[in-house]
């Protein structure tokens, strides 16, 4: 097994966690670039994906006004697969599991893409700013029952999740605090509230299909009292709120678990987090401080994190399990297949629900677990033929150029073990164990590839090639990250 | 799917006695909904036809549509490949059209017209050119990608009473005007959102006077110009409650009560400029309008995708 340079190793480990992967020639285009240049391309990289909106919005009207779960879950899917700016759609798929919101109760995908939009815009930027946006975003406002949350007859929904679930942390604040919180973010609702919950109730299409919402602050309906909340007084309202919630040390202490257990190791299920320490005390501390330092700047955490030794060390290389979407990415990132828009998105999208994650309709306010739990025996099933039915594909354009790549400067033949060498190299220069290896190389023996005349039978060779391309795409390292 | 209603419609054809067809393009997973629906500008609904497939009289992504002068309906299939022809009443009667690159086949049909002679042109639109056809099928002429003036992605077609053809460059935010014989005149617009600009234009109609109306699909608006392509006028859309819509508020009190007490034209101030936020809030504006046809008696129909529904306007001056 031919041994890779540890540059190599670290950058495809960063493609991985902060993207969806990368090719051999992305991988040499970034190196040449150096690391830490890298990482400040990835966080610094404004929005700048070449997606064409009109195209999409041409082909697909229901992407266009992203009308269900469908459609919006499709033009992200798509967004995925073709960004240049691949950390600004991890962002939003980390936060999109933070903050979870789903379309079982939203039903109306145009809300659910604009609150995506905002983790986009807002993922990278201070915490305060974005839980202000969240605590803003129509979506959101359904989603946890802000609509019903009135001067007088509170509705602790919001409050309760946003100090639990999006910053705090169990045991780290009262009951009380929960109902002043939640007094606070009266009035913060959304136009035409009782036609919007009539809708999002009925999941009306009528007449005229859905309306998007937009978010409304109703002065007569806020509760301006005085209020005590975490200690302080005041007649807070929620950006008081969200201030005080950002200077507590529980706050930097729970979004730096999230942002460790997202991009460097898993972590137990957040239920449990009041009960079990980090598992690595050091790396959060050091991501607290910068939390502090930098005036809760998400986007310095994740460099700080990136260019970490914690994150470096092979020792956690490979002991993610890559959600469904993040293996769908790697894969159609790496097949070229959707260039251009193409209906094809629409199934892929379906595959992505079938191996366990629908995009826009996450399980419950929790959030999907990561890790183990993504693995049951039909999701895995699902993924394996997902990653070799679309990776061993000769058809698809990215598949063509690896086998291209694999070929060029071998003369007439090449061996087993070299064509298992540059198939796990083009393919994102992917560690495997030792057994595995000598799976492939026996594999690829069987299948006569040594035997074939590269120059003469380019196309028998390519579709041996494809083949065990698609057994390393079934390989366990190809399912992690 | 049966019944009244569009689902994200992208063309309307004016037929027989005036009789519209309404073609609903739906999306992936509701491809039960792919449908040509009949009514009349009274909203006396006639029924529905096609449907999703490969087979006589279905099809998967249908984009133009036209009227011969029997009254037959052409419907343009993006992703078969073919143009489809139904009857008066919606019966099947073929198809036809290859795939390819080279001249007669086709490469994602969209706008489609006739002209006076009954042969029928056609936006290849992933070809980058128009082709010139008989009713049945038989290549006549190509023209579009052969010269600086190349179009790029162009989607609606139309063709005056004296022959001109008039392009919907999607592209290239213009439009162009070639003669019968496809020799490029001229072309009129630039990409912007001012008067006369356009951005991604998906529609184009000229009626008697020599107006040219295009709907500017980007821009979400109607932009009329006089023969010489000067701005007359734009229109960001005025839809008020069709008759099918008002029957469906009349049975339907839960959603009808709490309608009548929003706001449905909130200030556009809040949505920066971009058009196709102001639509997705505000329901009377054209959303995705995605073709522009006109009657014999001056009327102008926008066929908008985003709204599932058919703005008609009438000439007053």
Redesign the interface.
């Known amino acids: 097994m031919e041994t890779t340079s540890t540059d190599v190793k670290l950058m495809a480990h960063l493609l991985r966690r902060a993207g969806f992967g990368a090719t051999k020639e992305q991988l040499d285009q970034y190196i040449s670039s150096g690391y830490e240049e890298t990482v400040d391309l990835l966080v610094d990289n404004e929005d700048s994906s070449r997606i064409d909106d ?1 195209l999409v ?9 992203t ?1 269900d779960t ?2 919006a879950g ?1 033009y992200w899917l798509y967004r995925l697969v073709s960004t240049d700016s691949p950390l600004r759609e991890k962002i939003a798929l980390f936060w999109h599991n933070v903050f979870a919101t789903g379309y079982t109760k939203v039903t109306n995908g ?1 809300p659910m893409s604009d609150q995506l939009r905002m983790f986009r815009n807002h993922g990278l930027a201070k915490l305060d700013d974005l839980l202000l946006e969240l605590s803003r975003d129509p979506a959101m406002i359904i989603w946890l029952d802000n609509v019903d949350n009135h001067n007088g007859a509170i509705n602790e929904n919001y409050g309760r999740e946003l100090l639990e679930l999006f910053s705090m942390g169990v045991g780290n604040y009262s009951e009380d605090d929960i109902k002043e919180c939640s007094r606070a973010f009266t009035g913060w609702s959304i ?2 509230s ?2 919007i ?3 999002a109730v ?1 999941n ?6 859905k ?2 919402w ?1 978010y409304e602050y109703k002065k007569d309906d806020h509760d301006d009292g005085e209020k005590t909340f975490l200690g302080y007084k005041g007649n807070f309202n929620g950006e008081d709120i969200i201030k005080i919630i950002c200077e507590q040390p529980a706050t930097a202490k729970f979004i730096s678990r999230h942002l460790y257990h997202f991009f460097v190791a898993d972590e137990p299920p957040v239920p449990s987090w009041p009960y079990k320490e980090p598992q690595d005390l050091a790396a959060i501390a050091i991501l607290e401080k910068t939390y502090f330092d930098s005036g809760y700047d998400i986007g310095e955490m994740i460099r700080v994190l990136f260019n970490s030794e914690f994150f470096k060390s092979e020792t956690c290389h490979y002991k993610k399990i890559k959600s469904p979407v993040e293996l769908a990415g790697n894969v159609l990132r790496t097949t070229e297949e959707f260039k251009t828009p193409n ?1 094809r998105i ?2 892929r999208n ?1 595959q992505v629900t079938f191996m366990g994650q629908q995009l826009l309709n996450p399980p419950s306010v929790e959030g999907w677990h990561q890790g183990l739990e993504w693995i049951e025996t039909g999701s895995l099933a699902e993924r394996v033929n997902f990653a070799s039915q679309y990776l061993g594909d000769i058809t698809k354009p990215g598949v063509r150029r690896i086998i291209r790549n694999v070929m060029d400067h071998e003369g007439e033949y090449i061996s087993a073990e070299a064509c298992v060498d540059k198939c796990l190299d083009q393919l994102g220069s992917i560690q495997i164990s030792q057994y595995i290896y000598n799976t492939l190389v026996e594999f690829a023996q069987e299948n006569g590839i040594p035997s074939i005349n590269l120059l003469k039978d380019k196309e028998n060779a390519a579709k041996k090639i494809s083949e065990l391309i698609s057994l390393v795409a079934s390989v366990p390292e190809f399912q992690q990250s | 799917m049966d019944g009244r ?1 569009f689902m ?1 419609p ?1 063309d309307t054809a004016i037929g027989k006695n005036g009789r519209m067809h309404t073609v609903s ?6 491809t039960a909904q792919l449908r040509i629906t009949m009514y009349d500008i009274d909203s006396e609904y006639f029924g529905i036809y096609g449907g999703y497939g490969e087979s006589l009289g279905q099809f ?2 249908p984009t133009g549509m036209a009227s011969d002068q029997d009254g037959n309906i052409y419907l343009s299939d ?2 078969n490949n073919r143009i489809n022809v139904f009857s008066h009443e919606g019966n099947p009667i073929k198809y036809w059209g290859e795939y390819g690159t080279k001249e007669g086949e086709l490469k994602g049909p969209s706008g489609i017209a006739f002209d006076s002679s009954g042969n029928l042109f056609v936006a290849d639109h992933m070809n980058n050119r128009i082709q010139q056809f008989t009713k049945d099928g038989k290549f006549i002429l190509s023209f579009g990608n052969k010269n600086q003036d190349t179009l790029n992605m162009p ?1 609606g077609v139309f063709v005056s009473d004296d022959g001109f053809v008039y392009v919907a460059d ?1 592209g290239n935010d213009r439009i162009v005007k070639y003669d019968s014989n496809g020799e490029f005149i001229r072309s009129f617009g630039s990409r912007g959102s001012g008067n006369g600009q356009f951005k ?1 234009p ?1 529609g184009v109609a000229v009626d008697k006077d020599g107006y040219i109306y295009v709907t500017d ?2 821009n979400e608006r109607l932009e009329i110009l006089d023969k010489n392509g000067n701005f007359i006028e734009s229109l960001r859309g005025h ?1 008020t ?2 008759k ?2 008002d029957e ?2 009349d049975s ?1 009190y ?2 009808a009560e ?2 009548s ?4 034209e ?1 200030d556009t101030v ?1 949505f920066g400029g971009d058009p ?2 102001e639509s ?2 505000i ?1 009377k504006l054209f ?2 309008p995605t073709s522009v046809k006109l009657d014999d008696d001056g009327r102008v129909y926008v066929t908008e ?5 058919v703005q008609i306007y009438e000439r007053t001056g």
């Open positions: 009109a919005r041409r082909y697909f009207p229901d992407q266009s006004v009308h469908s459609g499709s145009k136009a035409n009782d036609y919950k009539q809708l009925r009306s299409i009528m007449p005229y299909g309306l998007a937009r209906i629409s199934e379906s | 209603g994200f992208v393009r739906a999306y992936a997973p509701a998967k992504w993006e992703l989607w999607w991604n998906s699909w980007g839809a409650i069709s099918w819509a469906y508020f339907n839960e959603e709490p309608r007490r929003s706001n449905l909130p809040q196709h936020e997705a809030h329901e959303w995705g995708s985003n709204r599932h529904r």
